[in-house]
């Protein structure tokens, strides 16, 4: 009679994985198409894009937005003729766009904000600009919190605000380092030297020297954020935009030849501007970081970083007022 003995596994027999470990599939399953699953309801859903820009009058916001999306978007304040009175933002408007390229479709939510500093006293002429990206976050929570929410709540969170530095060649001025810092702690800023072929290439470096060394000495924080989560190939491109802000750009809706070839940009009595030339200005590095490589990331950091200080403020004000009516004493009747 045989006696059959039952041999415990070795290490290179154990069948129980750890966490991290990975099993290769005999056969394909089939569950590797979740990207392509998830690409197609996004494109379904579409795309939110929310951008504000802030700066003083006449410097070209509206153009410079309606370049970047090669689309007439907003219409500019400017005056083409001397007859005409003078036209500025006087209150905070939102134009709503949709367009579409190669099948994506993206929801454009243009915030065009009064010139601030137009006034001969600026007193606090930032607060209804940060006001109203507190509102949009308001907006948001109140509808998170709702008890039957929305399948999709609008996102009216402002994912990016373009700052217009006025091309003066010497420094910020002090009203722009206010507004900077109060804009910062709430929103995703990028920095951009309006009209900056009013400056030669000389003063166009110095000018970006010294507006660094102002953002450095009073702390401001600009985006891109630094991150432990990013890989090198991120670091690296993040470093390159660093490198670059404040983007010195001009901006044009018009088609002017050059070399025999129509391109966006303007003629001057000294020759031409192409606005796509990254030797005449820095407009295409900016597009290239606002739609090709940032845009994903600028909703992604409004959503965990600006909206989550904001709601983590709001719901701890919450608790604390109801810890204090819960507290409070009853008053007793006669």
Request: glycine letters at 4%; a negative charge.
């Amino acid at each position: 009679m045989s006696t059959s003995t039952m041999s415990t596994p070795t290490s290179e027999q154990n069948v129980n994985l750890s966490p991290h470990q990975t099993t290769l599939l005999n056969s394909y399953v089939g569950f590797d198409t979740i990207t392509q699953q998830i690409e197609k309801k996004l494109l379904k859903k579409g795309f939110q894009f929310n951008v504000m820009v802030v700066g003083q009058s006449g410097l070209g916001k509206s153009t410079l937005v309606n370049t970047i999306f090669a689309s007439h978007l907003i219409d500019s304040k400017g005056r083409l003729d001397a007859s005409e009175t003078t036209r500025q933002t006087t209150e905070i408007e939102a134009v709503a766009h949709t367009i579409e390229e190669n099948g994506v479709r993206l929801s454009l939510n243009i915030v065009d904000t009064p010139g601030y500093g137009d006034q001969v006293n600026n007193d606090n002429c930032w607060e209804p600009i940060i006001k109203y990206i507190k509102d949009q976050h308001s907006a948001y929570l109140r509808k998170e919190l709702t008890a039957r929410r929305e399948r999709y709540i609008i996102d009216t969170r402002i994912h990016c605000c373009l700052f217009f530095i006025t091309p003066s060649g010497h420094s910020l001025k002090p009203i722009d380092i206010v507004v900077l810092k109060k804009l910062s702690e709430v929103v995703n800023v990028v920095p951009v030297i309006a009209k900056s072929d009013s400056l030669t290439t000389e003063e166009r470096d110095a000018f970006k020297q010294r507006i660094k060394a102002e953002l450095a000495f009073h702390n401001i924080r600009l985006y891109p954020y630094e991150s432990e989560e990013d890989e090198e190939q991120e670091k690296a491109l993040n470093e390159t935009i660093f490198e670059l802000v404040p983007f010195a750009i001009v901006g044009s809706e018009r088609n002017v030849v050059i070399d025999g070839k129509a391109v966006r940009g303007r003629k001057t009595r000294w020759g031409a501007i192409n606005v796509e030339d990254p030797n005449h200005c820095e407009f295409i590095h900016l597009r290239n970081f606002l739609t090709r490589t940032h845009l994903q990331d600028l909703i992604e950091t409004t959503a965990m970083i600006h909206y989550e200080t904001f709601r983590a403020k709001q719901l701890m004000a919450i608790k604390e007022s109801t810890q204090i009516q819960h507290n409070k004493p009853e008053s007793s009747e006669d």
